[in-house]
């Protein structure tokens, strides 16, 4: 089955965004506890923190939907291009 969003056509292998909120199967309590380690995230950096001796070890990260900043180390970061896609 295809549907047409935006002249673009969503069918089988096409890379698609949306939000928890609009899963319908599994409930959202129950996705909640089968998310993983793996899953990535994206957001804007608010600002940088040290860690000791290290400057601007820590992002302090806003994500939507994420009531709360994450703190991620710099070195696991990945840049997000214009597409979407994440770059190294």
């Known amino acids: 089955m295809e549907r047409v969003i935006e002249s673009r056509r969503i069918g089988g292998g096409s890379p698609v965004e949306f939000d928890l909120g609009d899963v319908f199967c599994p409930s959202f309590d129950q996705l909640l506890t089968r998310l993983g ?7 804007e950096v608010s600002y940088m923190s040290d860690h000791g001796g290290k400057r601007d070890h820590f ?3 806003e994500v939507g939907g994420i009531f709360t900043p994450l703190i991620v180390p710099v070195t696991k970061l ?11």
């Open 37 to 43: 380690p793996r899953l990535t995230l994206a957001g």
């Open 59 to 61: 992002a302090v990260i």
């Open 78 to 88: 990945r840049r997000v291009c214009g597409s979407g896609l994440f770059i190294g």
